[in-house]
C-alpha cells in the first residue's frame, strides 16, 4: 500500500528565505505527483502536477522536483513571503482515480 | 470564477440522521470526486464519478451514496450518520481521470460536519 510523508510536519522561517519543502513515497509506480496549498478553512489549491516522466515543473516562485527511483519530490519556494503561509500537500496517483495523500506541511513566514 | 461549489459550508447532525452533501462545478470537468480530510490521516477518496453516468467507490465509502445528477453536479448523501462521520468533506473535480496526461485536481472549500 502506497504511503506518502511529509516532514517536518510544521516549519516556521523567516521572510525573503529560500525553502524546501519535502514529500516521500513508499511505492515508485506512480503516474504523476501533484502538489496543492491550503489555507485555513479552505479547500486545497493545485499548484504543480509533475508526470512521472518530468523530473521538474515551475510555476513563478515555485519549482516541483521529482525523482522516482529515490520515492522523493521537493517544493521549492524562492524568495517566501507572508502570502506564502499555509499547509502544502502532495499527492501521488498510481494511474488511477484513488490518490494518496501527505498530511502535509504547515508553513509560516515570519514577517 | 465559481468553480466548485460546495452547499451546506457547515452542519451540525444526530446520530441517525440523513442528509445531503451538494457538489457544482462550472468548468465542464469530466471527472468528479468526493474526499473528507480528518486530522493526522490526510485526504481519503470516498467515491468518485469519471464521467458522467458512472460512479465508483473510492477508499472509504462505506456510509456513503453518491449520484451524478448530471455533468455539472456530485451529491454525497449520508443516510444514517454516525459521529465516525464527523470530517470536513471535500468535493473536487478535474477535467479528465486522474491517470489522464494533465488533468490536476480542483477542490471546492468544504462541508464542516459534527454529528453528535
Known amino acids: 500500500k502506497q504511503e506518502v510523508t511529509q516532514i517536518p510536519a510544521a516549519l516556521s522561517v523567516p521572510e525573503g528565505e529560500n525553502l524546501v519543502l519535502n514529500c516521500s513515497f513508499t511505492?515508485?509506480?506512480?503516474?504523476?505527483l501533484q502538489w496543492f496549498r491550503q489555507d485555513p478553512g479552505k479547500g486545497l489549491t493545485s499548484l504543480l502536477l509533475i508526470q512521472s516522466s518530468q523530473r521538474e515543473q515551475t510555476s513563478g516562485r515555485l519549482n516541483a522536483s521529482l525523482d522516482k527511483s529515490s520515492g522523493r519530490s521537493t517544493l521549492y519556494i524562492a524568495a517566501s513571503q507572508p502570502g506564502d503561509s499555509a499547509t502544502y500537500l502532495c499527492a501521488v496517483a498510481p494511474g488511477n482515480e484513488k490518490l494518496t495523500f501527505g498530511t502535509g506541511t504547515r508553513l509560516t513566514i515570519i514577517p | 470564477n465559481a468553480g466548485v461549489t460546495q452547499t451546506p459550508k457547515f452542519q451540525v447532525l444526530k446520530t441517525g440522521q440523513s442528509m445531503t452533501l451538494q457538489c457544482a462545478q462550472d468548468?465542464?470537468?469530466?471527472?468528479m470526486y468526493w474526499y473528507r480530510q480528518d486530522p493526522g490521516m490526510g485526504l481519503r477518496l470516498i467515491y468518485y464519478?469519471?464521467?458522467?453516468?458512472?460512479?465508483d467507490k473510492g477508499e472509504v465509502p462505506n456510509g456513503y451514496n453518491v449520484s451524478r445528477l448530471n455533468k455539472r453536479e456530485f451529491s454525497l448523501r449520508l443516510e444514517s450518520a454516525a459521529p465516525s462521520q464527523t470530517s470536513v468533506y471535500f468535493c473536487?473535480?478535474?477535467?479528465?481521470?486522474?491517470?489522464?496526461?494533465?488533468?490536476?485536481?480542483?477542490f471546492g472549500n468544504g462541508t464542516r460536519l459534527t454529528v453528535t
Open positions: 511505492d515508485s509506480a506512480i503516474y504523476n
Open positions: 464519478s469519471a464521467s458522467e453516468g458512472t460512479t
Open positions: 468548468m465542464n470537468h469530466n471527472s
Open positions: 473536487a473535480s478535474s477535467k479528465d481521470r486522474q491517470g489522464a496526461v494533465y488533468s490536476p485536481l480542483h
